[in-house]
């Protein structure tokens, strides 16, 4: 005998992480989800990022890492608020992760919180933190083949920063093979070429970001 | 590997279910599970495995139906199909039609083993 069931697998992370968005609205604190696969830059792009904005905006970083907290160190270093997940393992950052780590910082003295998600390119993308927006990274050393092989993370992301340019000419990929795949899956996404060796093209990735943490805020206060 | 935190998961439901309807043993446990969902069935199986050994949901089997991939094309309203990632309406070759299914990640039902 069946007995008919229909519940959402997710759904208890689901109702967490919208849980830690109401908590983040009320103190009108946008989130960011960064994803991508181990090493493609997310730290790297997270110091870029500060160094521009922290004097415009008050930040704050969670990072997630299976281990150890070389990540952290380096956020700190950078002069803003930054607590660390130890995952134990596990692949991805959940709800109730975030939850406990929200709980180390004054949320309605920031503007920005930026979750650095674990290395990995399949797994965050089906669990929801209570994020604004999901953002991700593709280095050019991945290869151009990645969208179509991985399109989950592409079409739940919001803006996809395509970051080690300066090693374009020594890497078979091509920025337009990428272009072309994500907006095939995602044509709302918002596409950025960046090093964060050389600098170039973060700045137009940081207005960007700021433009939509101004523009959440508006939203949220009215 | 984010399976074993989605079995978990399907555990934790099932447990209530079971609960909740007043059974003790389960021949099956169907879920349904798109192919976008970046999910790999065996892995499923094999941590549902490792999570139920000693457990009264030891034995059951884990069901899992692929959903493909339902677009609409939002040239022609046509709804089609796909095992894989398409970017052209088959009808009118139009170009990146919404995805409508392929997402899910769902517990349909539980089965009860026969007295
Ligand atoms: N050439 C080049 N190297 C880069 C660039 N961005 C980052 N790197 C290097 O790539 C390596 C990984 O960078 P991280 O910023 O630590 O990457 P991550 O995604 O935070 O890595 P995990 O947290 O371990 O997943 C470091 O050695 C960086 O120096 C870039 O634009 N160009
Ligand atoms: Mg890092
Ligand atoms: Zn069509």
Redesign the pocket.
Known sequence: MKIPVVRNILEVNDRIAKQNREIFDRSNLFVINLM?S???????LLEQTIERLKDKLDIGVIEG?IQCSF?AERIAKKGVAVTQINTDGACHLDGNMIREAMNQFDLSALDLLIV?NV?NLVCPAEFKVGENMKAM?LSVTEGDDKPLKYPLMFQESSALVI??I??LPYVDCKVENIREAVSQLNRDIAVFEV???TGEGIDQWVAWLEKQVWDGKINAGQ | MHEMAIVQSVIDIVLQEMDRHGVEKLKAIHLAVGRMSAIVPEQMRMCFDILTADHKLAGAELNIRMVPVTYRCRNCDQEFTSEGITFKCPYCEGPDPDIIFGRELKIESIEVMDE
């Open positions: 991508s181990p090493g493609a830059g997310k730290t790297s890492d990540d650095e290395g990274i970051n080690k300066d090693l090093s964060c060796k």
